[in-house]
């Protein structure tokens, strides 16, 4: 069974900067499923890259992701004030599909 | 628009049983798998279980194989989750969600259950 583990655990940044988080896997991911989810204080998560890299829809440009086999990354390349929140990786190309433990992108 | 109406949370008590029901409007909902993903207070996310869209494939995490039934009306477009011989460690918001592959691709609000005496 993969585990992903991710960090930081915490990232303080400011408006207009860069985050860059990690998200590393026990094994290699298969076929590069491997996705990451925003979720805001009191929300569901939101679904925001897919396949590694694919943004869904209605996702802005400034998200992206990169990575093979155990390394992935996600970079927000300019910090907006909604982007503020935390954030997962998940594998899912096989049963049980795990969630790493979260990155929280915070205002400094 | 999809959208994914969980209900039937509350408070347990430990031993007990509680069965989550997911209302899904606008997608075909007999085409998807779908899933039940769990959140802990403070916690992080845990995927809990998923079943096929015909509903005849279904896979559970080890924490709750053996305790939580997964299944599905098509007929109705609704998605269950039993949950039985409930434990503290099991209380969190439970999210209904579509699946394509375990790619969570929508999500609920969430239901809340508590396990506590």
């Known amino acids: 069974e993969i585990v992903l583990t991710q960090s930081p655990g915490t990232l303080s940044l400011s408006p207009g900067e860069r985050a860059t988080l990690s998200c590393r896997a026990s094994?290699?991911?298969?076929?590069?499923?491997l996705a990451w989810y925003q979720q805001k204080p009191g929300q569901a998560p939101r679904l925001l890259i897919y396949g590694v890299s694919s943004r869904a829809t209605g996702v802005p440009d400034r998200f992206s992701g990169s990575g093979s086999g155990t390394d992935f990354t996600l970079t927000i390349s300019r910090l907006e004030p909604e982007d503020f929140a935390v954030y997962y990786c998940?594998?899912?190309?096989?049963?049980?599909?795990?969630f790493g433990g979260g990155t929280k992108v915070e205002i400094k | 628009e999809v959208q994914l109406l969980e209900s039937g949370g509350g408070l347990v008590q430990p031993g007990g049983s509680l069965r989550l029901s997911c209302a899904a409007s606008g997608f075909t909902f007999s085409r998807d798998a779908m899933s039940w993903v769990r959140q802990a207070p403070g916690k992080g996310l845990e995927w809990v279980s998923g079943?096929?869209?015909?509903?005849?494939?279904?896979y559970y995490a080890d924490s709750v194989k053996g305790r939580f039934t997964i299944s599905r009306g098509n007929s109705m477009n609704t998605l269950f989750l039993q949950m039985n011989s409930l434990r503290a460690e099991d209380t969190a918001m439970y999210y209904c969600?579509?699946?394509?592959?375990?790619?969570?691709?929508?999500w609920g609000q969430g239901t809340l259950v508590t396990v506590s005496s």
């Open positions: 969600a579509t699946s394509k592959q375990w790619l969570v691709t929508h």
């Open positions: 998940q594998q899912y190309g096989s049963s049980p599909p795990p």
């Open positions: 079943i096929s869209s015909g509903g005849s494939s279904t």
């Open positions: 094994q290699s991911v298969s076929s590069s499923y």
